[in-house]
């Protein structure tokens, strides 16, 4: 059973489960004395009882600690915590590639090649030092981005776990003595014959092809045949899935998975020179820079046995822009969204005269970002990373980005001299022009609009000034509909519930403050507010509805002992109970967006730009949390500006 967020274990702060396998699990935990985030794998109790088990355990601690590689991930400590075993390992930021073929499916050959030759490099290293890794997988190979855009991600090989000395005095027999992944498992290990180097090598042809392809080698109905499959049936060939490949892949997957391993290459860095001599040279491509394969279309992806490796519950091909691509916006070349075509039309319904286009697809969102010391709004497809195109480049300062019901329309504030005003455009930038012909009546100053996904005519605003605050309801034409009841403090940043019968917002103790508490209050002016912080919470900002109205996310100052905090993205539900961290991290986050189906979140993050106190970068998680991940490496100077997503 996994120990929940908060434990302290030998001196570590566990945060959140990382994985399970079949020693233990590796949680997140905070280091007990130096200021960062370990991978921290425990062994079960009950195996840590087991003496066989026990020594499997202390072998991979005192051989991986050996290994110090840029490919290969760290090993810092080892010990034992009330007769449980636990590795301290260095924690990787990024996705593995099992998660990148669920994501992206078969890679572009020479990207593919890539990852293999930089996994060679970690093996070749071990195997110099007499350690086999004897579970070669994507799941074990890591893509990390390095924070610069003109420089391709680190490839690293992670759980050493079954790593052993070749010497035969320290062969371990016991219970499980195939120590491996079927679906990547050489003929001598599945014969329980003695294993040499080339047992990896063999897997890393076996990634090769999944790689190529998107299905593993052999995709058998079960244990039994992909045992036979690999001691009987001949490699497969990668250009019968793939027509496009060069021929030479076949010739390389069938010489690293040879059934004879003398007939196999001698070490890894043979297998990538023979496929580089064979391959005319090419200029680099662009997914050789970024943490993912390009964003082009690619032939449909072979389906996937469920037998060789299930899909995580809910994610499935579900894209994110797991890959770190640099801010260049995509004039020419294919990419996963197209953009939207002009309209000029009026919204149905007798809602606003506005601007439109075709709508945003799901996978859209309008990202706020300081280029150059300009802030502007861009079109972003969180599917590839890619930024599709730049909605503005006004010399003025344009954030608070909200989407209309139907994705069509963007309404922003532009700020000029101190003075904030609504502006529109169609979803694709085309149309920009104010939002309303005359400023707002007793309204020097707006914040950014939240728009009624049940009324499309109706917009909840803050109007302010210097000393004063407003949280008002207004129509069509900029007529106020109502002011509502905002409590004795200064309210900011509402956002509507999906039925249109709630408006939450965060209040302050002054016109200026930067955090406070959140509320909400009835839409149509009847009663109070009430408060959802908790009484002793004073840093909370930015909430925004889930699309089902159940939840809240927002941002959370917590005081983790330096000047004015960490920021955090919470979750609780919708009337304040259950208040919990998403990924915490020691890096500011903020601005959370929901995406139009609720399963993830898109927020602004320093989680790659540490070292400078005003990087902002585009980051997206799954809805509990898990899976945080950057879309762009494109830096922001501004600090929390929020992206408009889904509903708000």
């Not at 196999?264 to 001599?277: H, I, M, Q």
């Not at 494109?634 to 500006?641: A, I, K, L, N, T």
């Amino acid at each position: 059973m996994a120990y929940p967020p908060g434990t302290v274990f030998a001196g570590f702060t566990l945060n959140r489960v990382l994985g399970a396998g079949g020693m233990g699990t590796v949680y997140l935990a905070r280091h007990p004395r130096l200021p960062r985030w370990d991978a921290l794998k425990l062994l079960s109790p009950e195996l840590s009882h087991d003496p066989e088990f026990r020594k499997r355990f202390e072998q991979e601690a005192d051989l991986t600690a050996s290994l110090d590689h840029r490919n290969i991930v760290l090993v810092h400590d080892r010990g034992c915590e009330l007769d449980q075993l636990w590795i301290d390992m260095q924690y990787i930021q990024g996705i593995d590639c099992n998660q990148a073929l669920e994501r992206y499916g078969p890679m572009p050959f020479e990207y593919a090649l890539r990852i293999v030759t930089e996994v060679g490099k970690g093996l070749d290293h071990a195997h110099r030092l007499g350690l086999l890794h004897r579970d070669i997988k994507p799941a074990n190979i890591m893509l990390a981005p390095t924070g610069d855009p003109e420089e391709a991600e680190r490839v690293l090989l992670t759980d050493f776990g079954v790593a052993k000395a070749v010497d035969a005095r320290h062969r371990l027999t016991s219970t499980g003595n195939l120590i491996a992944t079927l679906a990547y498992a050489a003929p001598e290990q599945i014969q329980s014959r003695p294993l040499d180097h080339r047992v990896d090598i063999y897997a890393l042809g076996c990634v090769l092809y999944e790689l190529l392809t998107g299905v593993v080698p052999f995709p058998e109905n079960s244990h039994y045949d992909t045992m036979h499959a690999h001691l009987m049936k001949p490699p497969p060939r990668p250009s019968q899935l793939v027509p496009s490949l060069p021929r030479v892949f076949d010739d390389i997957v069938a010489t690293a998975m040879a059934k004879d391993r003398d007939r196999r290459f001698d070490n890894c860095r043979e297998l990538a020179n023979t496929a580089r001599a064979a391959l005319r040279p090419a200029p680099t491509p662009a997914a050789l820079k970024s943490n993912r394969p390009p964003a082009v279309r690619r032939p449909k992806r072979p389906a996937r046995p469920t037998s060789a490796r299930p899909a995580a519950p809910g994610r499935g091909r579900r894209a994110i822009a797991r890959g770190v691509t640099s801010l260049v916006v995509a004039a020419t070349g294919a990419v996963a969204v197209v953009l939207p075509a002009d309209s000029h039309l009026s919204v149905a319904g007798g809602a606003l005269d506005l601007p439109r286009s075709t709508a945003l697809p799901a996978e859209a969102l309008v990202a706020v970002l300081e280029v150059g010391g300009n802030v502007d709004l861009y079109l972003v497809d969180t599917a590839t990373g890619e930024a599709l195109r730049r909605l503005t480049d006004s010399p003025d300062a344009d954030r608070g980005p909200s989407l209309s019901p139907d994705r069509q329309s963007i309404i922003y504030v532009r700020e000029n001299g101190g003075v904030r005003r609504l502006r529109v455009m169609a979803a694709n930038g085309a149309g920009d022009r104010d939002l309303f012909p005359q400023p707002l009546e007793n309204c020097p100053n707006v914040s950014r609009p939240a728009w009624s996904m049940t009324d499309a005519s109706t917009l909840a605003i803050v109007c302010f000034g210097e000393t004063q605050r407003s949280l008002r309801v207004i129509g069509s034409s900029g007529e106020v509909v109502r002011t509502l009841d905002a409590g004795a403090g200064f309210p900011f940043e509402p956002t509507i519930s999906p039925d249109g019968a709630t408006i939450a917002f965060w209040s302050g103790d002054s016109a200026d403050a930067t955090a406070g508490a959140i509320y909400t209050v009835a839409a149509d002016g009847t009663g109070a507010p009430i408060r959802l912080s908790a009484s002793a919470a004073s840093g909370d900002t930015a909430p925004t509805y889930s699309p089902d109205g159940r939840e809240i996310a927002f941002r959370r100052r917590v005081d983790d002992g330096t000047i004015g905090g960490n920021g955090e993205v919470y979750v609780m539900n919708a009337d304040g109970s259950d208040v919990r961290a998403l990924a915490p991290h020691v890096a500011q986050d903020a601005a959370p967006a929901w995406s139009t189906d609720g399963s993830r979140i898109a927020f602004m993050s320093q989680r790659l730009g540490v070292s400078s106190v005003q990087a902002n970068y585009l980051w997206v998680m799954d809805a509990d949390g898990q899976d945080a991940q950057q879309v762009l490496t494109q830096e922001s100077s501004g600090v929390g500006y929020a992206p408009a997503w889904g509903p708000r």
